[in-house]
């Protein structure tokens, strides 16, 4: 399909924030270009052969959404960018660096599209032990020479969905993920989006995992990557409010939610029924200044904060459930 091309100016820092307020139904899919994830990647082995210098050179971050032609006339879309700058200015006050959130609309054909995210999107290494690559870089990684035993490889394709890895908040959760003793266990991802946890979960061993997002597309792009990676065998994807139209009953011993403060809020007060009593919750997407709002909201929900990890401006936490309703384990924060 042909699309209209709405693109936001940002910073690397407030990425996420501008992807999440700006996720409207009528948007059919999202991408990002980072200068940080350049820089990355070009400081890995020889990953400045696989990425144009044009790209290596820039600066700053843009936020790419995208939206169907066929569906909308001109004048309704400039109606949504007109909504997505109201929205944008509520994410001001959140305390990132957000740069200029100028934001232009253009018209492009689906084949400049699918090539645009073949030349942004590449291999690198997101964690100690986890390294994302895209489908048409799979048979390439042995030229990379950094690939060791212990290291698990996510091929992964962002399609038209938000999410392929690469942010600090997601890198966090695969850290925090990574000391985790997931053989055997059930998981439970909160807004997968293209499926990154949820199939980091299944190679780390988990028996099986919960993807859960609100958006099918979103799911759809997962189920492709679950396929790709082997495990989708393993991963039961399902529409869902954050955890509100889970079945009841089923409780997981891991739950991973990625997701920004306000949806943070949201999700703690039904985490209770979805975590087993001995089970850990690790969230992320909170700035550094939110971390006392949601150590505050957890020790409300008999939440207690065992661990946080911290890569830039943003924070992950790992919570367990406590008999006592407050209290840090101060001795247990990681750096």
Not at 48 to 77: C, H, M, P
Request: net charge negative.
């Amino acid at each position: 399909m042909d699309l209209y091309r709405i693109t936001i100016e940002t910073t690397s820092e407030a990425v996420e924030a501008v992807c999440v307020v700006t996720d409207l139904p009528e948007i059919v899919g999202q991408d990002i270009e980072d200068s940080a994830d350049l820089e990355a990647r070009s400081a890995q082995a020889r990953a400045s052969e696989w990425i144009d210098e044009a790209f290596l050179n820039r600066t700053g971050a843009k936020v790419n959404l995208y939206i169907d032609q066929a569906r909308f006339s001109d004048e309704e879309v400039k109606g949504f960018v007109r909504v997505i700058e109201q929205k944008l200015d509520g994410i001001r006050a959140i305390g990132l660096d957000v740069g200029s959130l100028l934001v232009s609309l253009e018209a492009i054909p689906e084949a400049s599209y699918l090539l645009a995210y073949k030349e942004h999107f590449h291999t690198l290494r997101v964690s100690p032990r986890v390294i994302i690559a895209p489908s048409w870089e799979m048979d390439r990684l042995s030229e990379m020479g950094t690939i060791g035993a212990d290291d698990v490889v996510l091929e992964i394709d962002p399609g038209m969905a938000f999410g392929t890895g690469t942010h600090e908040t997601t890198q966090l959760m695969l850290t925090v993920m990574e000391g985790h003793a997931l053989r055997d266990t059930r998981v439970l991802d909160l807004g997968t989006g293209t499926g990154v946890l949820a199939i980091a979960a299944a190679k780390f061993g988990a028996h099986s995992v919960t993807a859960v997002d609100v958006d099918e597309n979103a799911l759809a792009v997962a189920r492709d990557n679950a396929v790709k990676n082997g495990v989708s065998d393993r991963i039961q994807l399902v529409v869902s409010d954050l955890a509100r139209d889970l079945p009841s009953g089923q409780t997981y011993d891991f739950v991973y939610a990625n997701l920004l403060l306000d949806l943070l809020l949201r999700l703690l007060p039904d985490i209770k029924h979805v975590l087993s009593p001995n089970g850990t919750l690790s969230v992320s997407g909170i700035v550094h200044h939110q971390v006392e709002a949601v150590a505050q909201a957890a020790r409300e929900q008999r939440l207690k904060v065992i661990e946080i990890h911290e890569n830039a401006d943003w924070r992950a936490l790992v919570l367990t459930f406590t008999e006592e309703s407050g209290g840090w384990l101060a001795c247990s924060a990681i750096f």
